[in-house]
């Protein structure tokens, strides 16, 4: 469904089952309606896309006359996985949106794995999946700190109880069916406490479907509670032996190289349109480890002329100048990341000096402005 | 089990005076809605045998039946024989004797007594039921009380004082709050545990016990830790997790001592800490390769936190020195390392003090070190050096600002308690305040002073609230409480100037400000700039290296009580990044 989000643009044409209520007015002027299914082929004119559903809701006006529908009339199609669809692109395709279909044909199945990340007092839920990253739950319990003698009691019972709320959250989101790891992250020893935790109430209460599932535990360790604390949980070579290979364990990576490159300071890292786009232009980002880094939601802009840009961007990359592209996911930590720096970054060839020193110009008056009025 | 002690603790002999029925434990504490049938039924029975007799509370009646299992027969003996109690012991065995013959109605005697019983319970009475009835009612004696006090507190009634008139007038002793910090495992909970069992706050009983059951989990040399590391976890890992708070009066001054974990993963617990402190005790173990790893470690990253939230002293206490045997070269190696290094994070040389010690032995830490290699130290202990430290000046005047460090149950009447240093103003018993970013507002109710019961409390002052009128969904550690009339702004967006510790640029970031932590992104860079004079330097900075000084601009998702002038700390991956100053 995120490939169907990452593909259909404004003014596409798609093709695709709904229900529609029909009503019929009879020569007596009574009305009735009907519910009828029928094919329906629309012109794209909205999406919105529900995470936690996973199903992707278009609207757009009708462009194909049918029997119960008039041209013009608007409809909202809804997609789920399993039902059938059919694009049209008013532009033909282009070769990022090949791509993506490409990857969504993918048969290597994605690996699915849960994600909890803790601190005391505070625990994030999340499925990550191929393409991904979905915040299930958010627990959030006021656990009292340690005090004096005797009142130890306090923190204990208040910390076992919100192991349990966390746990019970947990139960609710797993499928115990399945087989997919279970990640638990959290500095100090939260996340092994929790695992204790979850393991002796499993035996306790005779929760063999659950016991089935400790292998399936991982605990590693993270710097504080919070989602964007995955980054670091997916480096730790616990996670990365069993995560080898999956497409956010490589973008993680991916992001982290970037990183460690810019924060050499040699000139060779570049991020935000402008200066990724002079690079570009100076062919820095070419054969021989220019690798173009770019979210995948610059290609989802309203924009036709802005989408076209950044697709003749990753095109001149990939096939004149040979360099890498790598989409990341917005949706992934990786990806967030990227955005953070302006959707768009690049691992260049060779070092282009003051990439900045242009834009300098224009903002020498702002900041004395901030300086006049600090003083 | 306390049931069970109070049994042992009773004299038999005593007991066995005062009735011959059967006890039967009693292990329910729950009355279940059958239980509660049969009672009921029990009490009019009882009632009818004894007659209207004002002397027997149905409680008493109903206690008495729990006990016996609602067998009425022996209850009515036992309701007899204790109001026999408040006669001279001779006299009531007889009676207890031939109780059996007396449940039929009140004897003469009886009403003599009756009417003493009703004037209140004599002492001795109130000595006599057996023992679980005996628990069961002091308990509801106590939760009657309570909720005698309750009707009482429910208007609060402020009195109005002018605070700060008051604080003039108590002449207090000069407070200081100090935060110990250092690498893991330097010794920083061990030489507190010293400190204060040199000053007689801890008694050799208490440490007896500690060294007992540390000896036990095979740490033995942890027992002077476990004074401050009172959590479970932190026994058997042997490390502390969170700030442990303790107090101990010298002379003149009275300190509150912020004991901070050295582990890298409970920062933000130390970050809470060290904002509270008005200055820092720096640890650091002087065996050999263990000070080495500590200055690439949380040695650095701890003085830089401190100095970043406004710690200007700093005592650094050069501790296991016994190891290498009060080694002077080593002392002086280290101190000088030390020392260039501080200078160069900010600290002034006169602000730095350094001794000697060794925190397990107890040298130098209150006495004078006994180790005759270690007499070429020539100042005082540590201590001493503590004492020395100038009386902060602070913002009695501004509006009241209190970080909420603890939320807890303040035991029975205070189901809602927060713990907090203020930060400036002042507040009284009967106040309004308001929970911000919840913006929802409460009343004080009652007040602690450093655990002491207290009307009022003035900035820098270690203080408990009780609240009331407010719920606790409305607060969460790092809130802050201020008054209704100047309350705190909540930003989402933010300017700091920061110092980099790290390589700053557009990234994920936790934002701390004492107890409060918040994820966060750093949105814009919007300039470097001079170390020294704080002019731009260069816009638009693409990188901000470590050790350079840039304006930045921070968002974060939730609102987050900030003022300008407020010292927050920036944290990506585990590390600090930068410390910086909200414009």
């Known amino acids: 469904m995120w490939f169907a989000y990452n593909l259909i643009r404004h003014g596409d044409l798609l093709k695709a089952s709904a229900i529609r209520r029909v009503t019929t007015e009879s020569s007596t002027g009574s009305t009735s309606s009907t519910r009828v299914q029928l094919t329906l082929l629309i012109s794209v004119e909205k999406l919105d896309f529900d995470a936690q559903s996973a199903q992707l809701h278009v609207s757009g006006r009708i462009v194909e006359e049918t029997k119960y529908t008039k041209l013009g009339q608007f409809h909202t199609l809804d997609l789920e996985l399993n039902r059938n669809f ?20 993918d048969p290597v199945k994605s690996a699915d794995v849960w994600a909890v990340i803790m601190q005391e007092g505070l625990s994030h839920l999340a499925i990550l999946t191929g393409h991904r990253t979905v915040l299930r739950q958010k627990v959030e319990m006021t656990v009292p700190k340690k005090r004096g003698t005797g009142r130890q009691g306090n923190h204990d019972k208040a910390l076992e109880k919100f192991f349990q709320v966390t746990m019970d959250t947990l139960l609710r989101q797993l499928d115990l069916t399945e087989n997919k790891p279970i990640l638990l992250a959290s500095p100090g020893f939260v996340a092994q406490a929790f695992l204790k935790h979850v393991l002796e109430t499993a035996t306790r209460t005779g929760n063999k479907a659950l016991l089935a599932q400790k292998s399936n535990f991982v605990v590693s360790h993270s710097a504080s509670g919070y989602l964007h604390s995955l980054n670091e949980v997916l480096q730790t070579p616990e996670v990365l032996a069993r995560l080898k290979d999956t497409k956010y364990a490589r973008e993680t990576r991916l992001m982290n190289d970037f990183m460690n490159l810019l924060f050499k300071d040699d000139g060779k890292a570049a991020y935000g349109p402008d200066e990724v786009e002079q690079a570009v232009e100076k062919g820095a980002v070419g054969r021989g480890g220019g690798i173009l880094l770019i979210s995948d939601s610059l290609f989802r802009s309203q924009d036709v002329d802005v989408r076209r840009k950044w697709v003749s961007l990753v095109d001149k990359v990939r096939e004149t100048e040979g360099g890498e592209v790598r989409v990341l996911s917005s949706t992934h930590e990786s990806g967030k990341r990227l955005e953070g720096l302006g959707g768009i970054a690049a691992m260049l060839t060779f070092p282009l000096e003051y990439l900045d020193e242009d834009e300098e110009e224009e903002d020498v008056m702002p900041n004395g402005d901030i300086n006049g009025i600090k003083s | 089990m306390s049931r069970h002690k109070l049994v042992k603790a009773l004299d038999l002999d005593e007991e066995l005076d005062d009735f011959d029925g059967g006890i039967k434990p009693d292990y329910d504490d729950e009355v279940s809605a059958e239980d509660k049938e049969q009672l009921r039924l029990g009490t009019i029975k009882v009632r009818d045998i004894l007659g209207e007799d004002a002397g027997m509370t149905d409680k008493k009646i109903e206690d008495s039946l729990w006990h016996y299992y609602y067998d009425i027969d022996k209850t009515v003996n036992y309701l007899l024989s204790q109001k026999t109690n408040s006669q001279p012991k001779k006299s009531k065995k007889k009676k207890a004797g031939d109780g059996e013959a007396k449940a039929t109605g009140p004897s003469p005697d009886d009403i003599v007594i009756k009417a003493q019983n009703t004037k209140g319970p004599t002492p001795k009475a109130a000595k006599q039921p057996t023992p679980p009835a005996k628990s069961n009612k002091s308990v509801n004696g106590v939760i009657q009380g309570v909720s005698e006090v309750n009707i009482e507190d429910t208007k609060i009634r402020g009195k109005n004082l002018d605070v700060l008139a008051e604080f003039e007038r108590s002449k207090p002793k000069n407070a200081a709050n100090f935060v110990v910090i250092g690498h893991v495992d330097a010794g920083k909970s061990t030489l507190m545990g010293r400190l204060l069992y040199d000053l007689k706050v801890v ?69 809470a800490g060290a904002s509270q402190a008005d200055f820092a005790v720096l640890v650091i173990d002087a065996s050999t390769g263990n000070f080495e790893s500590g200055l690439k470690g949380q040695t650095k990253e701890h003085a830089l936190l401190v100095r970043s939230m406004g710690v200007q002293r700093i005592v650094i206490a050069i501790n296991k020195l016994d190891t290498v045997q009060w080694s002077q070269d080593r002392f002086n190696e280290i101190s000088q390392q030390v020392s260039a290094f501080l200078t160069s994070a900010g600290f002034l040389s006169r602000n730095l003090a350094f001794v000697p010690c060794a925190g397990l032995t107890g040298d130098n830490i209150v006495r004078k070190a006994d180790d005759p290699k270690a007499s070429w130290y020539p100042g005082p202990p540590l201590v ?133 932590h918040a994820p966060g992104r750093v949105t814009q860079l919007i300039a470097q700039l001079d170390k020294a004079s704080g002019a731009a330097v260069k816009g638009k900075p693409r990188l901000i290296k470590p050790g350079s000084v840039a304006r930045v601009v921070v968002e974060v998702d939730d609102p987050v009580p900030l003022e300008p002038g407020g010292r927050v700390i920036l944290r990506a991956g585990g590390e600090t990044v930068g410390a910086g100053l909200v414009e």
């Open chain 1, 86 to 105: 059919s694009i049209e692109k008013k532009e033909g395709w282009d070769s990022v949106a090949k791509n993506f279909v490409k990857e969504a044909c």
């Open chain 2, 384 to 516: 001493s050096l503590l004492e020395s430290s100038k009386p902060v000046t602070r913002a009695l005047e501004k509006p009241l600002r209190l970080t909420i460090d603890d939320i807890f149950r303040g035991g029975i009447q205070n189901s809602l308690s927060v713990s907090g240093r203020l930060d400036s103003g002042n507040v009284q018993i009967g106040d309004t305040v308001l929970v911000m970013p919840a913006k929802e507002a409460g009343a004080i109710k009652g007040l602690e002073v450093d655990s002491e019961p207290a009307e009022w409390a003035v900035a820098g002052q270690n203080v408990i609230l009780h609240l009331t009128e407010i719920d606790t969904k409305y607060l969460k550690s790092g809130d802050v409480i201020c008054p209704p009339s100047a309350p705190i702004q909540c930003v989402t967006s933010f300017t700091i100037k920061v110092l980099a510790f790290e390589h700053v640029t557009l990234m994920h970031c936790e934002v701390h400000k004492g107890t409060l």
């Open chain 2, 203 to 271: 008694d050799q009983r208490t440490l007896d016990k500690y060294r007992k059951e540390s000896e036990r989990l095979g740490k033995g040399s942890f027992a002077l830790a476990w004074v401050l590391d009172q959590g479970t976890e932190e026994r058997n890992r042997g490390v502390t997790i969170d700030i442990a708070m303790n107090k101990f009066e010298t002379e003149n001054t009275s300190f509150t001592i912020l004991d901070a974990p050295g582990h890298r993963d409970f920062i933000p617990n130390m970050i």
